[in-house]
């Protein structure tokens, strides 16, 4: 099969290499040529083959050419020429670091644009920290890590961040960028100020909630179903210098929920309480040890404590809710406010563990999971991910069903999360679509596979998302791709008919992001 693939990229290859286009044998527009000649226009397997997989591991599909920007003007030129020369062949879609669930970022046939040739060293410094340090502004294919390394050297940080930082901000920010401080920030999406975006017709625009705003509701969260983000001016604020982190240990669903969403809940007046971040976890009882060392966090006399309560309580689940507080200064300060918070509520009585670590080793804490499984072979593998946002209402529901139910009797590789965000900290005029309760749950089944259990594992997700349908949990996808256009009208619900709208507008060839399979 390795063999096969070989000779068809080396086939789309030399098909392509006196730079034309598909099967026609025009030359690229005039305004290409010179990016095809620079080398920056390619359409060698060296180039093709790697855009044609992503971190999924679960489809591939390869390109007929790749992009590398030196500016976005290069951006544009390609979006230019495509929506003005007749009879253009190719759909656009815009890579970043890749990480791509199921062929999102695709375009089969197509040209790939590689968004990180656009911050090589070579190029102008792409993050940049304002003056009064009240935002950053950042290229789109930055990754959020230098985002944070950048800021940090002035003393700031973006508020609203996702788990795992080595993802490029254009990339969150067309879905919506989501992780612990959700509940008390919002998504990454509700902290820009201002955009440039680069249209399905080539044009370069600067868009706000003032300026050209049906855009910048558009895009955010728009799938990259309009245009390309090349800068996004992001707010932040002080940043702390350490985090205590702490996990809770649960055996029932209902006091662990409700523990969650005192630690989230606003109170009178709109404030939040201490805890900066909250997120909880799910271990199975299968494949409870394994899980929850997996987390780096317990020793091994703790694992032997959670395994026994977990036995002598009869619980089919285990439930973890991680947080973190943040803090600049006396240490003991945090000891008697984390105290005064553990106080209030009802975890296992002796089953609270706690770290003291720095601010950046908190937030990056993912990536070094990631060096560890890479170097065990088990980074690169199958990830049939399950992503959706449950209404409160429903999430008990959830967890009978598929925690206590399909998932039992099952051995689980990769991290069940499960944790309330607050509706109101989402602006409802973007892209994203989430429940209509105040309330809203993330769930994240974030499995591995290797490639013989990949057909059982997507059997599996089928079951949980049949379950879900049959009993009415009212979710929404998140990260997902539907291929029928109803799955996603349904979706998008009241904002398909504005959605569709300003795809007509901005991008009316329909020629960028072909691997969402909305509009293609």
Request: hydrophobic share 45%.
């Amino acid at each position: 099969m390795a063999v096969v693939y070989l000779l068809l990229a080396a086939l789309v290859a030399s098909f392509h290499a006196h730079a034309t286009y598909g099967d026609d044998p025009r030359p690229w527009p005039a305004s290409l040529a010179a990016l095809a000649a620079a080398g920056r226009l390619r359409t060698d397997s060296n180039a093709t083959v790697p855009a044609s997989t992503d971190f999924g591991n679960i489809t591939t599909a390869l390109p007929a050419a790749v992009l590398f920007p030196a500016s976005p003007a290069d951006v544009a030129a390609l979006l230019s020429a495509a929506y003005s020369t007749p009879g253009w062949p190719y759909t656009i879609a815009f890579r970043g670091r890749g990480h791509s669930l199921m062929g999102q970022a695709f375009a089969p046939g197509g040209v790939v644009v590689n968004m990180p040739s656009l911050g090589d060293a070579a190029a102008p410094p792409r993050i940049n920290v304002s003056a009064d340090g009240r935002y950053v502004d950042a290229g789109g294919e930055q990754a959020w890590i230098d985002v944070l390394r950048a800021a940090l050297k002035r003393g700031v940080a973006p508020r609203s961040w996702t788990d795992y930082l080595h993802l490029t901000v254009g990339g969150t920010l067309s879905n919506a960028g989501i992780s612990g401080q959700t509940f008390r920030h919002g998504p990454q999406i509700s902290n820009v100020f201002e955009l440039d975006v680069i249209t399905g017709r080539g044009e370069m625009v600067t868009c706000s909630k003032e300026l050209n705003a049906d855009l910048f509701d558009a895009v955010l969260g728009g799938l990259g179903q309009f245009g390309v983000i090349t800068r996004a001016r992001i707010a932040v604020e002080p940043a702390p210098a350490r985090a205590r982190w702490v996990r809770l240990l649960y055996t029932d669903f209902a006091t662990f929920a409700a523990d969650q969403e005192r630690l989230t809940a606003p109170r009178p007046g709109g404030a939040f309480g201490p805890m900066s971040y909250v997120e909880g976890s799910v271990h199975v009882n299968r494949s409870l040890a394994g899980s929850l060392n997996s987390t780096g966090f317990f020793s091994d006399a703790d694992l032997a404590r959670i395994v026994a309560l977990a036995a002598g309580r009869n619980a089919t689940a285990v439930y973890s809710i991680e947080a973190t507080m943040n803090y600049h200064g006396d240490a003991t300060a945090v000891d008697q406010e984390l105290r005064s918070v553990l106080d209030e509520l009802r975890f296992e009585k002796g089953f609270a563990f706690q770290r003291d670590v720095t601010y950046v080793e908190f937030l990056d804490r993912v990536h070094n999971e990631e060096v560890a499984l890479d170097k065990a072979g088990m980074w690169r593998v199958p990830h049939p991910w399950v992503n959706m946002f449950v209404p409160r209402s429903r999430i008990a529901d959830f967890d009978r069903g598929v925690f206590k139910g399909i998932l039992q009797g099952t051995d689980i590789a990769g991290p069940l999360i499960v944790y309330p965000i607050n509706k109101a900290k989402w602006d409802d005029s973007m892209s994203a679509a989430t429940p209509a309760e105040e309330v809203f749950y993330v769930v994240s089944l974030l499995f591995s596979s290797v490639p013989n259990e990949l057909a059982q594992m997507q059997k599996q997700n089928q079951r949980i998302l049949r379950f879900c349908d049959l009993a009415g949990i009212g979710y929404k996808a998140y990260l997902s791709r539907y291929t029928d256009r109803g799955d996603w009208m349904r979706h998008f619900g009241d904002k398909w008919g504005r959605f569709a709208a300003m795809k007509d507008k901005y991008d009316p060839k329909k020629l960028l992001s072909p691997g969402q399979d909305i509009f293609n």
